[in-house]
């Protein structure tokens, strides 16, 4: 029984020891920092892609299609339609090659880059412009084009929705694509 006693006195001891010891720590509390919201920077467009200004008056204005694509050097595609997937009434292209033709008006997949230049397709269907691009610096500029065009994100997520109250834009960043709805 002493030797209980003893154990619980030498633990209790012990205890107080370790509990004492060290140096003496006070906690503050961290300074919140403002979180910055998405800063409207200007934006220079490339040069070798539709802007974002001027896609928006395509899409409001249908007339202007054909003068602003001469004018960056697209071609033309009517009725592209990828096999089982997506079907577009007018594919513009640029520094790409069209895909393999599977049926008689059917394609096997979306247009392929090329080496040369940026390569970048233009594809109206059913009440959307859709821009697509191949390289990443050529979609931050886009989605960076989005923002300076006053566009607020509205919802984010695997395709980040931007709105400015009457129009739409959802940039997919996976398929470094814009679409204007």
């Known amino acids: 029984m002493k030797k209980i006693v003893w154990i619980a006195l030498a633990t209790l001891v012990m205890v107080m020891t370790f509990n004492s010891c060290g140096t003496q720590q006070t906690t503050t509390q961290p300074t919140p920092t ?8 200007a934006v220079t ?32 595609k009517n009725n592209y339609e990828v096999y ?31 080496r040369k230049g940026v390569s970048s397709y233009i594809a109206f269907k059913d009440g959307a412009l859709i821009i697509a691009v191949f390289n990443q610096s050529a979609y931050d500029n886009l989605v ?32 470094k694509s814009i679409r204007i709805q």
């Open 84 to 114: 089982r997937l997506d079907k577009f009434s007018k594919m513009y292209y640029k520094n790409c090659s069209l895909a393999k033709l599977l049926t008689a008006d059917k394609y096997e997949d979306y247009p392929k880059p090329l």
């Open 34 to 41: 403002p979180v910055a919201s998405d800063s409207v920077v």
């Open 144 to 175: 960076a084009q989005v923002k300076a065009a006053g566009f607020k994100l509205d919802m984010p997520g695997s395709e980040d929705i931007y709105t400015n109250g009457t129009r739409t834009i959802a940039c997919y960043k996976d398929g």
């Open 45 to 76: 467009p490339m040069a070798d892609v539709v802007s974002v200004v001027e896609a928006l008056d395509m899409f409001n204005h249908p007339e202007k299609v054909a003068p602003i694509m001469k004018k960056y050097g697209y071609k033309l």
